[in-house]
């Protein structure tokens, strides 16, 4: 496996998280994960297909695709996360879902074993993303489908940058992080590393999920619950810094949110087909 240079590339950050981003996070992703689904085609196909869900995280896709999958075969580098997946499965009795541990740039399956392949919000971090690409690419059979998702940039999302504002407030040295060209929130870099991949009839559409919240402690909850950058940050300040830098994003929050006034956040998702 390649070393990664981005902390959220590493698999400890996201161990650290699994219980509380499986509960915290599902508002965000699951509109994104059913637009992922519905890009797919996997509704009605006749006969159902077999999926393959990379950096599957707590199995938000995974669940959603079972619903109109023969197999669903949910794989994420976190064995946390898989834990988090595993009760969700036996929760909604999804016996077509099969989890284990394991590396998206290193698939543990035969090449063209699936008809649709899944990243959401994973691949996006690989150390080595063209490898990512050509591994879904590879276990795609002729004719099979694959979507990956990634965040657009923060200017995009008014949602992130409400939580980057609380931020900067606890602490004036942080900043959101600057523009990233040559990163999946460049459409034209997204499209460009799935046709390297091999994939064909590649689009990158923008999809927009709207959120509301009651107050601007739901709105804190979100924004601190289960973050894994968070996480991160926790184990470099401490304890009591950290949580001095929430009562200030509180206080900040309560300012300047609305309650009940919508915040939106925007994914690219990339759509590739053999």
């Known amino acids: 496996m390649t070393v990664p240079e981005n902390p959220l590339a590493a698999v400890d950050p996201w ?13 965000v992703m699951r509109p994104f994960a059913a637009a ?58 999804a016996s077509n879902v099969v989890a284990r541990v394991g590396d998206g740039q290193d698939l ?4 063209a074993e699936f008809d649709a392949a899944f990243s959401m919000f994973g691949l996006m971090f690989f150390p080595d993303r063209p490898r990512g690409f050509a591994e879904l690419f590879r276990v795609l059979r002729p004719g099979g489908v694959a979507v990956v998702s990634s965040w657009a940039p923060i200017a995009q999302s008014s949602w992130m940058q409400m939580s980057w504002r609380a931020l900067g407030s606890a602490d004036p040295d942080i900043r959101p992080p600057a523009p990233n060209p040559d990163s999946l929130e460049n ?13 064909e009839r590649v689009s990158v559409v923008p999809h927009t999920v709207e959120l509301v919240f009651a107050d601007a402690d739901a709105l804190l909850a979100r924004l601190t619950r289960g973050i894994a950058p968070l996480e991160l ?22 300012e300047n949110y609305l309650p009940g006034s919508p915040l939106t956040t925007t994914a690219y998702l990339g759509v590739g087909h053999r």
């Open 15 to 27: 161990d650290l998280v699994a219980e509380d981003y499986a509960v915290s996070t599902i508002s």
């Open 36 to 93: 992922a689904v519905r890009l797919a085609g996997l509704a009605g196909r006749t006969p159902p297909a077999r999926v393959v869900d990379v950096a599957a995280g707590p199995g938000t896709l995974s669940l959603l695709a079972a619903e109109h999958a023969e197999r669903v075969d949910a794989l994420d580098f976190s064995a946390p996360m898989i834990e988090q997946l595993k009760r969700a499965v036996t929760a909604a009795d």
């Open 108 to 111: 543990p399956f035969a090449d």
């Open 187 to 199: 459409p034209e870099v997204f499209e460009r590393e799935m046709r390297a991949a091999g994939f």
């Open 233 to 254: 940050m926790r184990r470099s300040i401490g304890d009591r810094a950290m949580a001095e830098r929430i009562e200030a994003m509180r206080s900040y929050l309560t």
